[in-house]
């Protein structure tokens, strides 16, 4: 789920969870699809050290035995357990969701997750069943009479009836939605008035907008309502009235959401219990004429980050920070030493990429040196939009995005990589992207070839090159 503001949709649950917690409001994916972005948070390493930017390979087998965090809460004494989708499931995470060495138990799938792209979606034209973006249901009328996040919440609340509580624990619960379809109870529509949803500011693609940088969203154009549209490939954009009802029903199934997390959040002793809430990526609502993920642009990437500690006061953070820094941040939160190959002098980890973000929860005066950006990524099979452009196998990359985001500014290059050596070559530049977040929040309007952010450009090219090299 994208980060989403009471200017979009007031979300109460995770709204009053934030109000009790430390809230970073600008956390960045590493990358804006779900496999690697996933395995980054839970290895605390970035994609370029798992070799992954599909889904299709298996970091134990293909860089390195990495322990994940929460198989480290498992070597010292915590039962752990996986809810719903934690790790990708698939080649990726092994096929067991990297059972048995992240987890106690085997992890738990609702079953109802088999019918994620069944035919259920009714249409105002015809009494026959559809593939829909746009999914709102009656649950009753469901496969199983359920949904796959109800069935999760179901299992994760049990789980607090029944659990020995003389053990530590970790639970981890993954809610699918506001992923696609967008199939949540009809209820939730209702509480959106499609009168008070607006549109994106640049609803299409800007002038100085790279090529590369553009992603078809072939994802969202396979849906059967949206193929009845018949917008051109690649760069045909949303019409109006779909924009506001896409808009319209995201903010409703995250509503669904938030529905859910208050109904098991109520379930959590929270004066002994360390509770974050995150998500694996954001979702482009027709900025810049862009749907779904894919992309290096802030929609796609930014996320909620919520931390709600039982020995820390509430607190807003603007600093951008990554969701590698989850892994360490809990680490130091629950006075776990990282093993001995992965240890600083001061206990803290070495060996991954991610920083602990308990200094920016504390004394502002202990995070002067902290790293104050975000790096992210994107891979791209040709610099032209073709039907693999979003979700390119590792064999056909050619390009990867890297972008650095501090706290004004969105800085973006789209290098020559090759997919074998796993490097980069910084002289083939295919693309590149300057955003000042003062000016322009949807990032639509590139600076990059303006002569007054030209050493703003220069010192962001060193610094990103620095930090991914």
């Known amino acids: 789920m994208r980060h989403l503001t009471d200017k979009n949709i007031f979300l109460p649950n995770i709204q009053k969870l934030a109000a009790k917690s430390v809230a970073f409001q600008n956390a960045f994916a590493q990358q804006a699809l779900c496999a690697p972005s996933r395995n980054s948070i839970l290895t605390g390493r970035r994609p ?5 930017y599909d ?29 719903g989708k ?7 995470s092994n096929f067991t969701d990297d059972f048995p060495y992240s987890w106690t138990e ?14 259920v979606c009714k249409s105002k034209h015809s009494n026959k069943l559809y593939k829909n973006l746009l999914c709102p249901i009656n649950v009753n009328k469901q496969p199983d009479g359920t949904l796959p996040d109800l069935e999760s919440l179901k299992y994760s609340i049990d789980f607090f009836k029944k659990r020995n509580s003389n053990k530590p624990f970790l639970l981890a619960v993954g809610f699918h939605k506001p992923h696609i379809p967008l199939k949540y109870p009809h209820k939730f529509l209702r509480k959106v008035p499609i009168g008070v949803v607006t549109p994106p500011i640049m609803p299409d693609m800007p002038k100085k907008m790279p090529t590369v940088a553009w992603h078809p969203w072939t994802d969202v154009r396979q849906r059967d309502d949206i193929t009845n549209l018949n917008i051109s490939f ?20 995250a509503l669904y959401i938030d529905d859910l997390v208050g109904k098991l959040i109520s379930h959590v002793d929270l004066n002994n219990t360390i509770v974050v809430l995150t998500s694996d990526h954001g979702w482009s609502l027709g900025e810049n004429g862009l749907w ?22 509430p607190k807003s953070i603007s ?17 776990i030493k990282p093993p001995n190959h992965c240890k600083n002098n001061d206990n803290t980890v070495k060996c991954i990429d991610g920083k602990s973000l308990v200094p920016l929860m504390s004394d502002k005066s202990h995070f002067s040196n902290l790293i104050k950006f975000a790096i992210s990524q994107y891979p791209r099979p040709s610099v032209h939009p073709v039907n693999n452009s979003d979700k390119p196998r590792l064999r056909d990359i050619k390009i990867m995005g890297y972008s650095i985001r501090t706290k004004r500014y969105r800085y973006t290059e789209w290098v020559e990589f090759n997919n074998t050596m796993f490097s980069r070559n910084w002289n083939k530049l295919y693309g590149v992207e300057l955003y000042d977040h003062t000016l322009d929040e949807e990032e639509s309007n590139n600076l990059y070839d303006e002569n007054k952010y030209k050493n703003v450009k220069n010192k962001l090219s060193n610094l990103l090159r620095l930090h991914v090299d």
């Open 48 to 52: 370029d050290k798992l070799h992954l």
């Open 55 to 83: 889904f299709y390979s298996y970091w134990r087998d293909t860089v390195g035995n990495f322990s994940t965090f929460p198989q480290i809460f498992k070597e010292h004494g915590y039962d752990t357990y996986s809810v």
């Open 86 to 92: 934690i790790f990708h499931p698939g080649l990726s």
């Open 106 to 119: 085997e992890p738990y799938h609702p079953a109802s997750q088999k019918y994620k792209d069944a035919a």
């Open 234 to 253: 690649p760069f045909g954009t949303m019409p109006p009235k779909w924009t506001l009802k896409i808009r319209q029903n995201y903010y409703a199934a």
């Open 292 to 313: 779904a993920k894919y992309s290096n642009f802030d929609v796609a990437l930014r996320v909620p980050l919520i931390f709600k500690v039982p020995s820390k006061p």
């Open 319 to 335: 600093t951008p920070v990554e969701l590698i820094d989850v892994f360490p941040t809990l680490l130091t939160l629950a006075e």
